[in-house]
């Protein structure tokens, strides 16, 4: 049973592109959430998902970023227009259901340039 | 609110030391889980365990060990003779399970360092 898997692990972009990072959660698992880890900040949650529906989006920016995980295929986080404070580690968790454990991705490391 | 608190932000021993990493949270929920993860180098999240706030028995795992004491709302981590393998950041997390319990509010993260 494969983990959580997250593409690309290293992605490069400009300022002003757009960032699109992919997450496949565990097989049966339906529940995703995304964190962020930035330098000087260390690991917050960003937004919560169900096949489908936004959670809780509480810790995601205003601006410029977007979540999603449509019934069919993986999650993906979307980050429009980057700037440099975008670079940070972004890490999938998907849970099979609402209270069960979660288990973390490896990891997409961005880094705006 | 939740709160996270790992004191020690690094932490230097050496091989075949034992060594424990603590970890003080606040919460207003009866009904919590604790958590702690290792970021090795390679940068991924390795889950180490998962505790109910109703379970305060402490656990062992290995060379692992967890001591969970509700009075001092403390969660602390020790490894008995550490390994070089051993170093890496590591996390310790709470979520607030009324409400689903896997929003987790990370600590800091303490770097420890295993020298041979």
């Known amino acids: 049973n494969a983990g959580v898997m997250q593409n690309p692990r290293h992605l490069v972009r400009r300022r002003g592109q757009e960032a699109r990072l992919r997450c496949s959660p565990m097989k049966g698992h339906s529940h995703v959430y995304w964190y962020r880890q930035l330098p000087e900040e260390g690991l917050k949650f960003m937004v919560y998902?169900?096949?489908?529906?936004?959670?809780?989006e509480s810790g995601m920016p205003k601006e410029r970023f977007s979540a999603e995980f449509p019934k069919e295929g993986p999650s993906i986080l979307r980050i429009q227009q980057v700037v440099r404070g975008d670079s940070a580690a972004y890490f999938c968790?998907?849970?099979?259901?609402?209270?069960?454990?979660?288990?973390f991705g490896q990891g997409t490391r961005l880094t705006v340039v | 609110a939740q709160k996270v608190t790992q004191a020690q932000t690094e932490i230097s021993v050496v091989e075949k030391e034992d060594v424990t990493l603590d970890c003080v949270y606040e919460?207003?929920?009866?009904?919590?889980?604790l958590f702690w993860y290792k970021q090795p180098p390679s940068g991924e999240l390795v889950f180490l365990i998962r505790?109910?706030?109703?379970?305060?028995q402490n656990e062992i795992s290995g060379r692992y060990s967890w001591n969970f004491q509700k009075s001092t709302s403390s969660f602390n981590f020790t490894i008995t003779a550490s390994q070089v393998v051993d170093s890496a950041v590591y996390f310790c997390a709470l979520s607030e399970a009324e409400e689903y319990g896997n929003k987790l509010v990370f600590g800091a993260g303490t770097i420890l360092r295993v020298k041979s």
């Open positions: 968790a998907s849970s099979l259901m609402r209270n069960t454990e979660a288990f």
């Open positions: 505790r109910n706030s109703f379970d305060e």
């Open positions: 919460t207003r929920d009866t009904t919590y889980y």
């Open positions: 998902l169900q096949k489908e529906n936004i959670i809780d």
